[in-house]
Nanobody, 127 residues
Framework: AVQLAESGGGSVQPGGSLRLSCAAS????????LAWFRQAPGKEREGVAL???????DYADSVKGRFIISRDNAKNTLYLQMNNLQPNDTGMYYC?????????????????????WGRGTQVTVSS
């Protein structure tokens, strides 16, 4: 089974930046979607950003213009550059792998289509 391991979380002040990484042991299929989700205490998990095998990306409206998703195929690593972080960005961030047919990170129920998940890395934004 694919193993995903996130890293790079931490505590920052509002306006700060963090770069999350997600190392994958392997990718299951030649067509795939890699995504970042987050979950704040007491809230449902929400999609943040995705990239599919052809390089297409999609972002949640709340992070557009601030977050950048990218991947290094040679290293099987997914990244999330997070800039201008705000307190409502606080949460546990997870990376996930799913089928390449997923193109809308904000689609209701999209998280159920992902079949591999990491354990998460905590991001805390506070002054």
């Amino acid at each position: 089974a694919v193993q995903l391991a996130e890293s790079g979380g931490g505590s920052v002040q509002p306006g700060g930046s963090l770069r999350l990484s997600c190392a994958a042991s392997e990718l299951m299929y030649s067509t795939y979607c890699l995504a970042w989700f987050r979950q704040a205490p007491g809230k449902e998990r929400e999609g943040v950003a995705l990239v599919i095998d052809d390089g297409t990306t999609d972002y949640a409206d709340s992070v557009k213009g601030r977050f950048i998703i990218s991947r290094d195929n040679a290293k099987n690593t997914l990244y999330l550059q997070m800039n201008n972080l705000q307190p409502n960005d606080t949460g546990m961030y997870y990376c996930a792998e799913g089928p390449g047919s997923i193109t809308d990170i904000q689609r209701p129920g999209v998280s159920r289509r992902f079949y591999s998940w990491g354990r998460g890395t905590q991001v805390t934004v506070s002054s």
